[in-house]
């Protein structure tokens, strides 16, 4: 990763989505608070992140850099963190049985993509299919069916739904321009786990020198 990206490019695009995936929008702009489950889906995320090398925060932090360079590592880490949080927030749905849903299959997917977490290239995309499906569920599927409009699609997942409550399964009906904002915050937030400095072959003899030559010159 290059200083202009570790330093500036790269935590601002994190912050955008922090602040971005947080946004709804109905007859006011209001800022979600992420809930707890948000929290722990992103800590397995950055579990499996760094398992697949996709991550490397010993080259963002360790003895061999100054100060003000892992100054800049630990912005990028705190950064990386909080918008997987609001990643995970944006495509939880808000209430009822789809958000208790929700937050189990991500659960579970991410304890299997820790578990196999064969290369970088893999994670990446579970990730992305992760996160893709949430999203599909959350503003196409629940949205259709918290219409109070309807529409054909409404109607097709009426018809497919019959026998279940629809109650137990309509949100609060959110501005399209949400699903925008989420859809870019995600988006970015993709595109900067693509950025993050990966691990490779020889980092850890590396920061052993580095810890090495930082002892031998106290």
Known sequence: MSRALEVFYVPLLFLTVTLVGGLRVADRFVFARPPLSALVLAVLLVTALVRCGALAPQRLMHPGRSTLQNLSGATVLMTMFAAAVQAFNSVIPESGLPRLGVIVFLFV??????????????????????????????????????????????????????????????????????????????????????????????????????????????
Do not use: C, M
């Open 109 to 218: 997917l991410l304890l299997n993509t820790i578990a196999a977490s064969i290369d970088r290239t893999h994670v990446l995309r579970s990730t992305a299919v992760i996160l893709g499906s949430s999203f599909v569920l959350k503003f196409i599927v629940l949205a259709a069916l918290s219409d109070p409009a309807g529409g054909w699609l409404k109607r097709a997942l009426l018809a497919t739904l019959a026998g279940v409550t629809l109650g137990t399964l309509t949100q609060e009906p959110f501005a399209p321009v949400t699903g925008y904002a989420s859809f870019f915050a995600l988006a970015l937030f993709l595109g900067g786990l693509a950025l993050l400095p990966r691990r490779y072959d020889g980092d850890e003899q590396a920061l052993v020198a580095a810890r090495q030559l930082s002892g031998g010159t106290k």
